[in-house]
């Protein structure tokens, strides 16, 4: 089997473009990951998802592991098999939603005992039993089992969970083993806090992965400081890896994260807005049950060639959103995620030309102008 494998084609300043190849296909980066938490993203078919120009999809190991069941997917023949989706699929390790969504848990050196927020039935989840769950599921890249604490945090709390984040780093490597053609990345944590980040990589850099993902962002404290974060974090990691920056999010996050040297970033942003009303237009956000939509001929963006707003005006998506039809959260889903898709290849090519200076700033530029101003 074809191994996995990360080249960087360009570079501007920090920001830089390339190619991630695995045995399913090739990864173009930048690249968004939209999420498929229970295997499949929401009001999309996989084949809507491709079109927007998606490369790889994320997959979640606590939802999964609960319903239907990590064995039962490996009997069905594997995550991709089971929600037909033949490229790429990322897993999450379990630990970030073990943490959020579980009141009844119990945290120890060996892993995490919780109930499940299904039917409160009790499970374990380790190191070793993550890495056996994303195996079962097929993984083509599988992340460490790490802990995440909530916030706020003291510097104590954030540093003992660094630290056995680390120590869970290592028995996650030694789990994963040898598997050609999948790859394992480690977790940097530390919350906002430099000598803790670098700590973090320095150990991670010593175990050794296929590609580095930073957590521990996006979770409330704002974008200044996750950006203060990313001004030196990503420079912590190997320059010859994927650097992965976790639950991240907005457009201008996204963009400012890129131009700081991530290559992978994933968000439930998109497709959650999507089902709430919500559509993200060059400029800026448009709440679609807004009256002031409910005559309005336009599309969304007339220079977007979604199916949403080349086939519907606004009119007609405030009506089938206030109707509670399901074509709404369908459309403006689908309108979402190819937004989104549009901002990586719009910077993968600005990086690649050397432009990515000028892009940003038109990005800011239109956005600023807001969506009253005509299209």
Known sequence: MAGFSFTVTA??????????????????????????????VKAMLPESVRATGADILLGNTYHLMLRPGAD??????????????????LTDSGGFQVMSLSDLRKLTEEGVTFASHIDGSRHVLSPETSME??????????????????LPATE???????????????????????????????IMQGG????????????????????????????????????????????LLPADRPRYLMGVGKPDDIVGAVQRGVDMMDCVLPSRSG???QAWTRRGPVAVKNARHADDPRPLDESCTCPACTGYSRAYLHHVFRA????????????????YQQIMQGMRDAIAAGTLDDWVADFHAVRAQGDIAPL
């Not at 195996?135 to 604490?149: K, N």
């Open 324 to 339: 509670g039809e399901m074509i709404s959260g369908m459309l403006l889903t689908w309108h979402n995620l190819h937004y």
């Open 72 to 89: 039962r997917i490996a009997r069905l023949g594997g995550l991709h098999r089971f929600m037909h989706w033949d490229r790429p699929i």
């Open 156 to 186: 104590e709390r954030q540093a003992e969970a660094m630290r056995l984040s680390m120590r869970w780093a290592q028995r996650s490597r030694d789990a994963f083993g040898d598997r050609p053609g999948h790859a394992l990345f480690g």
């Open 133 to 150: 769950i994303q195996r079962l599921l097929g993984s083509d890249i599988v992340m460490a089992f790490d802990e995440c604490p909530a």
């Open 275 to 277: 089902r709430t009303g």
């Open 192 to 235: 906002v806090i430099r000598h803790l980040r670098e700590e973090s990589a320095e150990a991670l850099r010593a175990i050794g992965f296929d590609g580095y993902a930073i957590g521990g962002l996006a979770v409330g404290e704002g974008q200044a400081a996750m950006f203060g974060v990313l001004d030196y974090a990503t420079d």
């Open 11 to 40: 570079t501007q300043d920090r920001a830089r473009t390339g190619v991630i190849a695995t045995p399913r296909g090739q990864i173009r980066t930048p690249a968004f990951m939209p999420v498929g938490t229970a295997g499949t």
